[in-house]
Nanobody, 126 residues
Framework: QVQLVESGGGVVQAGGSLRLSCAASGRTFGSYAMGWFRQAPGKERDFVAAISRSGTVTTYADSVKGRFTISRDNAKNTAYLQMNSLKPEDTAVYFC???????????????????WGQGTQVTVSS
């Protein structure tokens, strides 16, 4: 089992940047593919980005391609989401998640993820 804790959320103006972190504890962090999802009020929890166990494979939602970058540091048991050129529509609670089944892939499917953090709020003002 793994416990996930997100941090780095906050309020930022449109065009600004934030870096989210997801610290993992428990089983070996490198045993999990990691994903970021987000949920705006009254909406479904949507896929944002994912990274494979080794970090060699990444996947992004079309809405964030070219603006967001997912990365991981297995030595620090931490995954990151660098968010640049933020827009008001990026406002949401951001969740990190761990997928224990993926070996070399990075899934965009919410149901593939076994463990979830509690979320961190990102608010982008116009």
């Amino acid at each position: 089992q793994v416990q996930l804790v997100e941090s780095g959320g906050g309020v930022v103006q449109a065009g600004g940047s934030l870096r989210l972190s997801c610290a993992a504890s428990g089983r070996t962090f490198g045993s999990y593919a990691m994903g970021w999802f987000r949920q705006a009020p009254g909406k479904e929890r949507d896929f944002v980005a994912a990274i494979s166990r080794s970090g060699t494979v990444t996947t992004y939602a079309d809405s964030v391609k070219g603006r967001f970058t997912i990365s991981r540091d297995n030595a620090k048991n931490t995954a990151y989401l660098q968010m640049n050129s933020l827009k008001p529509e990026d406002t949401a609670v951001y969740f990190c998640a761990a997928d224990s089944a993926a070996w070399i892939t990075a899934s965009s499917r919410r149901e593939e993820y076994d463990y979830w953090g509690q979320g961190t709020q990102v608010t982008v003002s116009s």
